[in-house]
């Protein structure tokens, strides 16, 4: 079979799936690019079942996923956040700035962009030590405040992206503050200095390097992440199913 007639096939398969589904988007999919004091588009659900597991256009999870599972199924193409990882190995870094490297944009990677150090924190604080959660959460605050002691200035990247009269909100000013006083900030602040502001499209970093402090760092559950109960469990869910009716 060629390769074509096999990609017809695998179409015709997929076409043939969302022929009986109905998948319909969350708000936040289509957030700002329509209004949403209007009621959403609608669509032919005759005959049709409404979406309540895996999304056939997606590639399938295994049963009990773990984090290097979301990282190749999930969070797209993560060479940012392994070569920021690599760095901090690299650099000597502590184990846990390693771990807080290799998983600090995987909100922005696979769920959400906004508040994305906010929203990584909360996925894997009950998998890891509360120090590395920290640093996650942190960094998005400490990109946009220069400290000279570590040799950290202002992004380049973000005088390009969001012009040079960009200023931080006040809550932003407010979070850097009390990072700043806070025991944890120099792990934090670590993070944000082997945050690569563009990575190296030549060098390939794979994720085996750090199976070791990830299997020492992160709390994998045995159910899987996603099915072990966890306060962050059903976020792992929806990124696993992000489509299901409810
Ligand atoms: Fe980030
Ligand atoms: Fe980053």
Redesign the pocket.
Known sequence: MNDLSRAELLDHGLAEAMDKLVIVKSPIYTSGECDPREPPPRQDTAGRLHLMGHDPRLPKMPAKPNLFDFFNYRFGPAA??LQ?ARLALKNGCNEKVILACLV??CS?AGFIRADHGYWAAQLIAPYVDEEVAFAVRY?QVLRFYPDEAFGYKYPDSYVRLFGPNYRPEPYLDRAHEYCRNHKWYETARLLTVN??YSFDPNLQVELEEFTDIVGRNFRQPEEGLGFDDSPSAHMWRTINWPTRYL
């Open positions: 940012h956040m920021s600090h944009d922005a960094h945050d690569l």
